[in-house]
């Protein structure tokens, strides 16, 4: 008895304080490992159902529903930027999939009605919790009699996200659109170099066709500064919007892929929310393929999104429909022209300066199937 008084006599203030917050870690490590582990079988198992599901018949009217994975490590403002995407007046009717919509505080007076499980809004919106057959849940969504516009998928703040992709891309319902990764400006240094938490934190990262970084209100210039340095080094290829509260243009993290939307005869609107822009572009002459794969290739990491309608001469009869999130692209074959004049309509999101309107304008105009120097093209692409 004595002894054990002795030792507990030598133990310095210091020490007993070491030894909690030794104590603490060891905990909350633990308590990582196993929500990651948690966060592994999820996936693994929508994976799995997902491979199963591959070649299940899917109604095709609603066939290629739209995606958007919106990733990030806990507390980097997921929930934030979710709920404005919610309640923005962007006409689209959104489902969005959280794992605990009861942490989104929406305005009362927005709410329609409400259950354990979902959240219709008035605006046509609804916010559902994530269930934990992820799959089916997104089948039954496009084979809805009206689908909405498109799904957004929360992640766990602790998945891997690749796991989540390989997921949405053997899923026979839906066409990922997107992956979004939101990046707490404040915390993201600690986060790289925390040997628990690095190596999933690159994953999201890697994983994005857009960054968001938030919270650089917190930040003083310098840190704004550092932070900008920081991101550009690490991953320079990834474009990058800043943001506070989770207010960014709808248009560059979402990228809707209905025919209805793509097929408007009236110019987008121009995104003018902090320091965006957007051009439009419309030319009715059909456009060589070749030429228009070499000029969306050569288009700058800077531009954030991208879309529209192509008249291609190759394919005179039918749209093709064209999507561009960060530096990932695609064209997919759309219905027929029927009566409308065959006609392109391309427009380019990104941050206000770097888009130049007659530079892009051109450069179309240079795709165009009976333009006799297509060499011309790639001798301009630095121009904007």
């Known amino acids: 008895m004595q002894g054990t008084e002795m030792t507990r006599d030598r133990t310095s203030p210091k020490e007993a304080k070491l030894a909690d917050a030794s104590s603490v870690a060891a905990k909350e490590t633990t308590a990582m490992h196993a929500r990651a582990w948690e966060a592994r079988q999820g996936i693994n198992e929508v994976i799995f159902a997902a491979l199963k599901m591959k070649h299940r018949p899917v109604n095709t009217r609603s066939r290629w529903l739209p995606l958007t994975v919106i990733g990030g490590f806990l507390g980097s403002g997921k929930t934030t930027l979710l709920k404005h995407l919610l309640v923005s007046p962007h006409g689209r009717r959104l489902v969005v999939l959280v794992n605990d919509f009861g942490r989104i505080n929406i305005d009362a007076a927005l709410v329609e009605s409400q259950t354990d499980d979902m959240i219709s809004?008035?605006?046509?919106?609804?916010?559902?919790?994530?269930?934990?057959?992820?799959?089916?849940?997104?089948?039954?969504?496009?084979?809805?009699?009206?689908?909405?516009?498109?799904?957004?998928?929360?992640?766990?703040?602790?998945?891997?996200?690749?796991?989540?992709?390989?997921?949405?891309?053997?899923?026979?319902?839906?066409?990922?659109?997107?992956?979004?990764?939101?990046?707490?400006?404040?915390?993201?240094?600690?986060?790289?170099?925390?040997?628990?938490?690095?190596?999933?934190?690159?994953?999201?990262?890697?994983?994005?066709?857009?960054?968001?970084?938030?919270?650089?209100?917190?930040?003083?210039a310098p840190a704004k500064a550092a932070a900008r340095d920081w991101m550009a080094a690490n991953y320079p290829n990834k474009p990058l919007i800043e943001t506070v509260d989770g207010d960014v243009p709808v248009d560059a993290v979402l990228g809707i892929g209905s025919q209805r939307d793509l097929q408007a005869d009236a110019p987008a609107k121009p995104v003018d929310a902090h320091g965006f822009g957007s051009v439009d572009i419309s030319i009715d002459e059909p456009l060589d393929s070749d030429r228009l794969h070499t000029f969306l290739d050569a288009l700058p990491a800077s531009l954030l999104r991208a879309k529209g309608v192509l008249n291609l001469a190759k394919e005179p009869e039918r749209r093709t429909i064209y999507q561009r999130v960060g530096r990932r692209w695609s064209y997919t074959s759309g219905e027929p022209w029927g009566t409308e004049k065959p006609h392109s309509s391309l427009v380019f999101i990104g941050p206000a300066g770097t888009l130049d309107r007659a530079a892009l304008t051109e450069r179309v105009r240079y795709c165009v199937a009976t333009d006799p120097h297509p060499d011309r093209l790639h001798d301009r692409s630095a121009e904007v």
């Open 121 to 220: 809004l008035s605006n046509g919106c609804a916010c559902c919790a994530v269930s934990a057959d992820l799959t089916n849940t997104l089948i039954e969504i496009a084979e809805r009699d009206d689908p909405p516009d498109a799904v957004v998928l929360e992640a766990s703040g602790v998945a891997d996200p690749y796991g989540i992709v390989m997921a949405a891309l053997t899923n026979p319902a839906i066409r990922l659109d997107g992956s979004v990764t939101v990046v707490d400006a404040e915390t993201m240094q600690d986060l790289a170099e925390d040997p628990l938490t690095k190596r999933l934190f690159r994953n999201q990262n890697s994983a994005a066709d857009l960054v968001v970084l938030s919270k650089m209100d917190l930040l003083d």
